[in-house]
């Protein structure tokens, strides 16, 4: 048995909404901040980018309440897809997508820490 299943925190890009005619798309960069201290006892700090995309009910959400800087625990799968750019050269392209199948999308933090706010996970809509 295989499980194909990511688990980020971190803070979000603006989103961009994408309404086509099978339901809305949403879009948007999950920076990951990691630090630590090296070798000289420096503290290093890290950024890694993350691509999301969400479908249907999990995009509508994204667009209503999702933006920039949001604090945001996305469980969703990794999918990588492949195409030929203008001199044919194969490119990919690695994201995580939440299409409310076993995803998760949950806004942490808040206006101020003591007013902490959370949206209930995907998986917990009435949908």
Request: proline share 2%; net charge neutral; with cysteine.
């Given at each position: 048995?295989?499980?194909?299943?990511?688990?980020?925190?971190?803070?979000?890009?603006?989103?961009e909404?994408?309404?086509?005619?099978?339901?809305?798309?949403?879009?948007?960069?999950?920076?990951?901040?990691?630090?630590?201290?090296?070798?000289?006892g420096?503290?290093?700090?890290?950024?890694?980018?993350?691509?999301?995309?969400?479908?249907?009910?999990?995009?509508?959400?994204?667009?209503?309440?999702?933006?920039?800087?949001?604090?945001?625990?996305?469980?969703?799968?990794?999918?990588?897809?492949?195409?030929?750019?203008?001199?044919?050269?194969?490119?990919?392209?690695?994201?995580?997508?939440?299409?409310?199948?076993?995803?998760?999308?949950?806004?942490?933090?808040?206006?101020?820490?003591?007013?902490?706010?959370?949206?209930?996970?995907?998986?917990?809509?009435?949908?």
């Amino acid at each position: 048995m295989s499980l194909n299943k990511c688990i980020l925190i971190g803070n979000c890009a603006d989103p961009e909404i994408i309404s086509t005619e099978n339901g809305t798309i949403a879009k948007f960069g999950l920076a990951i901040n990691e630090s630590y201290k090296n070798k000289q006892g420096e503290k290093v700090e890290q950024t890694e980018w993350v691509n999301i995309v969400c479908f249907g009910k999990v995009a509508e959400i994204v667009e209503k309440y999702v933006k920039k800087g949001a604090l945001l625990y996305i469980e969703g799968q990794i999918k990588t897809s492949s195409w030929s750019d203008k001199e044919g050269n194969k490119r990919y392209s690695t994201e995580v997508v939440l299409n409310g199948f076993n995803s998760t999308l949950k806004m942490l933090g808040g206006k101020s820490e003591s007013q902490q706010s959370e949206a209930k996970p995907v998986d917990d809509l009435p949908y």
